[in-house]
């Protein structure tokens, strides 16, 4: 098959505008409209962080099954309650 000069010019045009409407869309960044159901907060969210059967896993908290994920959750929950101790209130005033 023979290609023509004008026939290889818009080859590569129609080639180059592909590329270059792929690349633009690879920078546009991805937003996606969040629904206020989404945007709300969970209320629930401390009964999920918190397992019932691991009670006493960071009693003391030098003990070995007290990871430093729950030694954090501990330590902040010690100084969100002695704050509700000496304030009154809850004792959470964003962070601890």
């Not at 908290?61 to 100084?79: D, H, I």
């Amino acid at each position: 098959m023979k290609v023509t000069r004008s026939q290889l010019q818009q080859i590569i045009k129609e080639e180059l505008e592909a590329v270059l409407t792929e690349k633009e869309e690879e920078e546009k960044p991805l937003e996606a409209p969040l629904a206020e159901e989404e945007i709300e907060e969970d209320k629930d969210w401390i009964q999920k962080a918190v397992n019932p059967k691991h009670k006493g896993y960071c009693t003391p908290m030098t003990k070995s099954t007290c990871t430093p994920k729950r030694k954090a959750l501990a330590k902040r929950f010690k100084k969100a309650g002695k704050k509700e101790k000496e304030e009154g209130g809850t004792g959470w005033q964003g962070k601890v």
